[in-house]
């Protein structure tokens, strides 16, 4: 083969290689495209703690691996959070706590102090006040896994205090608070440190479905002023049931919710112990033509 003729297969060959860069360049940017411009499928995941204690654990996924991450549960269920992170990019947009016990934030504590490769936008809890909490405080809050998490976090700008009627942008969530502690749920101070308890309400921007969530809130005081407030706001296709379920809201407020699901944060000691008032309130529930979720059949993942 003469020097022209090597010239000449030459340029066949880059021209060649050229198109094959283009092309697979062209489907690159096609993938690119579909990938943002498709639509976002949102899932709500209901889990059980590691422990086999009552906690609170949820996670608001997409297919686009964004991540909301609701309480997390007891210390013990930390690792059980780290692997639900991992699988979404170790990666999370937001964490919202929705009250200080130690079945909603000790898992929180434990993973804050030892993050590794996770990595948290923003921090959103109720702000209760410690020293006014310290005067009231009952046998059952375990107050200092409460000065734990403010230790952690003091000077942290990640953390916000979410504030009454403060509507939350995240992705193509909006998030509208009504519940939280301040001068207002300073009246509900025969237990604060659960009735204080972030009640908010979830939804899409082009989302068909809504969930109401109410961390430990359980008391009529809490109730009444949530119906008069709120009224008809609070209706919603998803409840997660204050107070797991036992000892709960009255059944005027879940009345008003009205949901097709109720999601009792509740293991089958809670469920079925003759003490508790749990599955009398399944019961009731079901009465009104809601679908029960507890932690017998978790995870549970809900459409969202």
């Not at 943002?36 to 686009?64: G, P």
Request: proline content about 3%.
């Amino acid at each position: 083969m003469d020097q022209g003729e090597k010239e000449k297969n030459m340029k066949h060959t880059k021209k060649y290689l050229l198109m094959c860069i283009e092309v697979i360049a062209a489907i690159l940017i096609i993938f690119l495209i579909f990938r943002l411009t498709a639509d976002t499928k949102w899932e709500i995941t209901q889990y059980s703690d590691a422990s086999e204690s009552q906690a609170i654990f949820y996670t608001i996924t997409s297919n686009k691996k964004d991540l909301v991450v609701i309480d997390g549960g007891v210390t013990a269920n930390a690792e059980k959070v780290k692997e639900v992170i991992k699988k979404n990019g170790n990666h999370v947009d937001a964490w919202i706590l929705t009250h200080p016990h130690p079945d909603h934030i000790g898992a929180f504590n434990e993973i804050y102090a030892q993050p590794g490769k996770i990595k948290i936008d923003q921090i959103y809890d109720n702000g209760l006040d410690y020293e006014y909490y310290d005067t009231l405080d009952r046998e059952w809050d375990n107050i200092g896994t409460y000065a734990t998490y403010l230790d952690l976090t003091s000077g942290d700008s990640r953390i916000k205090h979410v504030s009454r009627n403060t509507t939350l942008e995240i992705k193509d969530l909006t998030f509208e608070f009504m519940n939280t502690y301040d001068e207002i749920s300073k009246e509900f101070k025969e237990d604060i440190g659960n009735d204080a308890s972030l009640v908010f309400k979830v939804s899409r921007k082009e989302g068909p479905k809504t969930m109401l969530f109410t961390g430990d809130c359980h008391s009529a005081v809490v109730s009444e002023y949530l119906i008069k407030e709120y009224g008809e706001r609070l209706k919603a296709d998803y409840v997660q049931m204050g107070h797991h379920g036992n000892n709960t809201l009255p059944q005027e407020f879940y009345e008003y919710v009205n949901p097709s699901k109720a999601c009792f944060d509740a293991p089958e000691w809670l469920v079925n112990g003759e003490q508790f008032t749990t599955k009398a309130t399944q019961d009731y529930m079901r009465t009104m033509g809601a679908e029960v979720y507890d932690y017998t059949t978790s995870p549970n993942r809900l459409d969202f």
